[in-house]
């Protein structure tokens, strides 16, 4: 079988079809015996790629999805936001019409999105939701450092009620799970970070890692888990700094920036945002739409070849 990886535009007033298409050509030079399948309005694309058909055949093609709108108004827009969660639609309906395909997703915004009408908090809750899964776990990896995320895109006053002992297990449970199906990670070891400065200094910084965090670790690891925490982020990452490598196999952090603030810090444009819980591989970028970039040529498109490789990896069955 040849293993196909379908590469979604994200907004076209974005970067997102310059870094899919050099990002496409790039990884279909070096893996001519796989399919690259570009998903957008053929006019973002270079002429002269074939369009794709319903049977896979190695090498890169066009889904054409041709605009419905004109990209009149300055982005974020409605037509835009349309074009994104169209482009979307069909990369996911072809990924999942068949085994050994991996869907990759340009940047989208949300903000574009909402506009036209459309509840959209991101590409994670969205595929959860057309894949009928019981939860989706928002995972970045660069090299041997992962961090997965406890809460997503929500706002930061939000976040503590957001925070609940059987949710924290079943993600950390999704996280272990998926460590050892597709990385091939034997019981893999997990560190949670804690809510509040230095893990709330037992409850004098904040009560929720005492009476939230701590029990869904001692919970998680009473179900045969191999977790650790809560650290103090900045101690924790710190240590790792001086350990000149990630001493576990995956790290949870409690929210957005604590997660990815580190992770950028040290691998931006390296970084794989990797959706678990899914019946379909999934991967993207680890940067959004940058406006300012579109149409200039400057784009880094280092974070879409990463995506498409590490989809092209995922789709291939790990031999143990």
């Known amino acids: ?10 907004d076209p007033q974005g970067i997102g079809p310059e870094v899919a298409r050099r990002a496409a050509r790039a990884v279909a030079t070096r893996h001519p ?29 066009i889904l054409p999805m041709p605009l419905d709108e004109p990209l009149v108004a300055p982005p974020p827009s409605v037509a835009g936001g349309k074009a994104a969660l169209a482009f979307l639609g069909a990369g996911f309906e072809r990924v999942r019409a068949r085994s050994g395909r991996a869907l990759v997703t340009a940047p989208v915004s949300k903000e574009a999105i909402a506009m036209g009408g459309v509840p959209f908090t991101g590409h994670t809750g969205w595929l959860r939701d057309r894949c009928e899964a019981s939860r989706a776990v928002m ?10 995320l406890a809460t997503v895109h929500v706002p930061l006053r939000a976040v503590p009620d957001a ?7 079943a993600i950390l449970a999704v996280v272990s799970e998926e ?22 200094e ?16 001692a919970a998680a690891c009473d179900r045969g888990l191999d977790v650790e925490g809560p650290f103090g982020a900045d101690g924790y990452f710190g240590a ?21 603030l580190p992770l950028k810090a040290l691998a ?53």
Do not use: K
Not at 163 to 169: A, C, N, Q, S, Y
Not at 202 to 217: S, Y
Not at 240 to 260: E, F, I, K, N, S
């Open 33 to 61: 015996d796989a399919g690259f399948v570009l998903v957008g309005d053929p006019g973002m694309f270079d002429d002269g790629l074939p369009m794709a058909e319903a049977a896979t055949r190695p090498g890169l093609a």
């Open 1 to 10: 079988m040849i293993r196909e990886v379908v590469i979604t535009a994200g």
């Open 240 to 260: 790792m700094m001086r350990a000149r490598g990630p001493t576990h196999d995956a790290v949870l952090a409690m929210y957005h920036d604590q997660g990815l």
């Open 139 to 148: 995972l970045f990896v660069a090299d041997t450092l992962r961090v997965a």
């Open 163 to 169: 925070l609940r002992i059987d949710d924290l297990v």
């Open 179 to 200: 460590l050892n199906a597709r990385y091939a990670v034997d019981r893999p070891r997990i560190a949670v970070l804690g809510l509040n400065p230095h893990a709330g």
């Open 268 to 320: 931006f444009g390296r970084a794989v945002n990797v959706t678990l819980g899914l019946p379909i591989v999934r991967t993207s970028v680890d940067h959004g739409c940058a406006w300012s970039l579109a149409g200039t040529g400057e784009a880094d498109s280092g974070s879409m070849e990463v995506a498409v490789e590490h989809a092209l990896d995922l789709v291939t069955p790990v031999r143990r």
């Open 202 to 217: 037992g409850g004098l910084l904040g009560t929720e890692d005492v009476d939230v965090i701590a029990p869904a670790v």
